[in-house]
């Protein structure tokens, strides 16, 4: 059974401290990961990531994948109050085009000022 | 880019009733998803479908079904609702390349 964990379930940082949240996984056809923020409602995109090693950036945020390791990391730098969402980890898998991404359960950050 | 809508943000029904949750996308992805959304539990995939009139079940399609009668739109049917299907209901297309999701922006049904 295809399986996405991501670490720690839930977090709680000033700002301005750096994070790191972690997404592994155990999938048969990996074909990429994906990450995204949900603040109140939808999530909403921040990467995909395809290739091993290819860091992805987005001003203050970054995601790198391990495909031998077979992992993710998003890393938010001189976090904000703003940054305070659940962030999704998913895989997408086959090649098929019709199967759905496999979630993990999210990691819940909370940003004080 | 394309819009996935969710007819409803809040909705409040009652123990027994027939509720329908409707999406719609404005342009034309085969692939479309039902997920609902408890804290610790996560996206929990109920239905999804590849195109008209197909339809999969997910991961947890009890107590409901799904309509897929135009490629557009795909309805989330709660045949005699009850409180334990009180979550938050996420509808998602899938894009065609990259194979990431487009999701809507959700409907919190409470059941009372």
């Known amino acids: 059974e295809d399986k996405v964990v991501q670490s720690p379930l839930s977090l709680v940082v000033h700002e301005g401290d750096t994070v790191t949240l972690n997404c592994s996984y155990e999938?048969?056809?990996?074909?990429?990961l994906l990450w995204y923020k949900q603040e109140k409602k939808a999530p909403t995109f921040l990467f995909m990531l395809?290739?091993?090693?290819i860091e992805k950036k987005s001003g203050r945020l970054s995601s790198i994948l391990d495909k031998k390791e077979l992992f993710s990391i998003l890393n938010i730098t001189a976090t904000q109050t703003g940054d305070s969402a659940v962030y999704l980890c998913?895989?997408?898998?086959?090649?098929?085009?019709?199967?759905?991404?496999?979630f993990g359960k999210g990691t819940r950050l909370s940003v004080i000022a | 880019d394309v819009k996935v809508t969710q007819s409803s943000r809040y909705l409040v029904k009652r123990t027994g009733e027939k509720v329908f949750l409707e999406c719609v996308q404005d342009m034309d992805h085969e692939n479309m998803f039902w997920y609902r959304q408890d804290p610790g539990l996560g996206l929990r995939l109920i239905y999804f479908s590849y195109d008209v009139k197909m339809k999969e079940k997910g991961d947890i399609p009890e107590g409901y079904s799904v309509s897929r009668e135009k490629k557009e739109r795909f309805s989330l049917i709660l045949e005699s609702a009850s409180t334990n299907q009180t979550s938050m209901y996420l509808c998602a297309i899938q894009e065609t390349s990259p194979l990431g999701y487009t999701f809507g922006s959700g409907t919190r049904l409470t059941v009372v």
């Open positions: 998913a895989v997408c898998v086959s090649n098929s085009g019709n199967t759905p991404l496999v």
């Open positions: 999938v048969t056809n990996f074909r990429s």
């Open positions: 395809t290739s091993s090693g």
